[in-house]
């Protein structure tokens, strides 16, 4: 099914994080994204979705080694997503809202590398989110604070 569409023209190989590179080269100072707390262009985006992406092959993510996020609709949560599909990351998403509890089964069952989750503020503002690697990590240990911090990746 996948050739036959694509023959006719329907599917291309193309990624969405080759049309956030087209576009950062195509319209650099235009508004790609927006939350309630930033605003990014394109070239923000190719900028910073490149630091993710290398940042976490620096941490040892290889190509189809999975990492879980638990994020909000916000900006980084497509920055990460662009960024593993760039590093052959394989993103899993688990629902913000999901507990210990929920968790833990999902990590059973995809053996993720690692997981990246937002660190609130007292006002759930998110402060920044952290990435933590699971080698030696225990199902129902509590998470340390990150290995990286994504917070970190994205200044200029």
């Keep these: 099914m996948i050739d036959t569409y694509v023959k006719k023209g329907y599917w291309t190989h193309d990624l969405i994080s080759d049309y956030c590179d087209q576009n950062a080269l195509k319209y650099p100072d235009d508004e790609a994204l927006a939350d309630s707390r930033q605003r990014l262009t394109w070239a923000q985006v190719k900028l910073q979705t490149d630091r ?23 900006v980084e949560a497509f920055l990460i997503r662009v960024a593993c599909e760039k590093a052959g990351i394989v993103l899993a998403t688990a629902a913000p809202t999901f507990r210990q ?56």
Aim: glycine share 8%; proline share 4%.
């Design 52 to 74: 993710i992406a290398l940042g976490l092959r620096d941490l040892g993510f290889e190509r189809d080694d999975i990492l879980l996020e638990q994020l909000y609709s916000c």
């Design 101 to 156: 509890a929920e968790i833990e089964p999902i990590l059973q069952h995809v053996r993720a590398k690692g997981v990246i989750i937002p660190f609130f503020s007292e006002n759930d503002q998110i402060v920044h989110i952290k990435m933590e690697t699971i080698s030696g990590w225990k199902i129902g240990e509590p998470i340390t604070a990150g290995s990286a911090s994504c917070g970190n990746s994205l200044v200029e």
